[in-house]
């Protein structure tokens, strides 16, 4: 039986040397995204393949799948793409890595938090580029501790947020979630519809996963109804944001600032937005750390394994 493994990019050296104790793989030689015809000999002749995030691996690359792909292993908590019902239906299994991640993902939305609210990105340049000299007025910011923080997406990520919000900065959160947190609710939280948390909050961050009712979901509509002092911050997925009503709305002052880390047509980012000096964007390294990485490897190294001693592997995902 065909045990081989199919990495669609090279990961840590860590996970690779524990890969090799497992299985033989082969790895894309280069270190760039893998292309459609990489990603179909990928399913068609090896026994399991680990995707990225930004590998589309749908109905039509499943198509050429052989017999022998018995796993798909997304590096990443996101799974949107891979057509998770199609490869179910041919029995292959789709895993993700979630937990691991959790801090990471977390700490990068307070890196952008804070950097939107105190214009770090721009002060930075400042020192760099110009003299600067201090004065009452000068390059004033808002406050974090005490203020009203809203998250959208209440799950593993969006309840680490939130803790870190009421235990490191004492912030009132408030959250819009299909069903209650029990993280949030034990730390005195309070589940709202997302016209209130659009109205109440003063900073406003983003976890949900991208679905067909999450795309969009803030828009024009949506950036009418917050503080024109509100700040936005993106973690999650590009496209749950409307990018030109985005940057519609930060260069009219619509809202104060924003902060992302995802893009709606990665790695393309809207033009409007690169041209303004209130949004902070990072090219989507939310789970980049040395131990973040390396852990989500080896999280899939023991996907693998199970499969390969005919066990189902711990971290599967079903969609119905």
Known sequence: MNQKVYVSRRLPDAVMNALGKVCEFDVNP?????????LINGVKNYFAVISMLNDSINADILSHAGHELKLISN?????NNIDVKCANQKGIYVTNTPDVLNDATADIAWALLFSAARSVIVGDKIVRTDTFSWAPTYMLGYD????????????RIGSNFGRKAINGFNMNVIYYNRHNSPVLDELGARLVTLDELLKESDYISLHVPLTPETKHLIGANEFAKMKRTAILINTSRGPVIDEKALADALKNH????????????????????????????????????FDTRT??????????QAVIEGHEPPNMVRVK
């Open 30 to 38: 280069e270190d760039r995204q893998a292309t459609r015809e990489e």
């Open 75 to 79: 590096y990443g908590v996101g799974f």
């Open 144 to 155: 974090v501790t005490g203020k009203t923080l809203g998250i959208i997406g209440a799950g």
């Open 254 to 289: 619509v809202i104060a600032a924003a902060g992302l880390d995802v893009y709606e047509r990665e790695p393309e980012v809207e033009e409007g937005l690169k041209t303004l000096s209130n949004v902070v964007l990072t090219p989507h390294v939310g789970t980049a750390t």
């Open 295 to 304: 852990n989500m490897g080896l999280m899939i190294v023991r996907n693998i």
